[in-house]
């Protein structure tokens, strides 16, 4: 018999697979918020432990870098004006509301 897994298990299981997706999708585009930094982390605009409905959001979660997702915390402006360029105004305004 399967061992049951628990919620907790399962959503650890779902957030490596969506980053994974993210990195691979994003690897050619470099990173969203420098352009000119490599894919190595999911980054997202809207941080998923605070909205966790823009958790798994495609919009939201963009490739970024090492240097622009974790010294500079997400590098906001630099994302804000990526997804602006990738996704036109109308998707970031999607995503404030």
Same mark, same amino acid.
């Given at each position: 018999?399967?061992k049951?897994?628990s919620?907790?298990?399962l959503?650890?299981?779902?957030?490596?697979?969506?980053n994974?997706f993210v990195? !691979?999708?994003d690897a050619?585009?470099?990173c969203?918020? %420098?352009?000119?930094?490599?894919?190595? &982390?999911?980054?997202? *605009?809207?941080?998923g432990?605070?909205y966790?409905?823009?958790?798994?959001? !495609?919009?939201n979660?963009q490739?970024?870098?090492v240097? %622009?997702?974790?010294p500079k915390a997400? &590098?906001?402006?630099? *994302?804000?004006?990526?997804?602006i360029?990738?996704?036109?105004?109308?998707?970031?305004?999607?995503?404030?509301?």
């Open positions: 018999m399967a049951v897994k919620i907790r298990v959503k650890r299981i779902a957030i490596q697979t969506f994974r990195r !691979e999708r050619q585009k470099g969203i918020s %420098c352009i000119t930094g490599g894919v190595h &982390n999911a980054g997202h *605009f809207y941080h432990h605070i966790s409905a823009l958790q798994f959001n !495609e919009v979660v490739g970024q870098c240097h %622009c997702n974790l997400g &590098n906001e402006k630099g *994302f804000r004006q990526g997804l360029r990738r996704y036109g105004q109308d998707k970031v305004d999607m995503l404030d509301y």
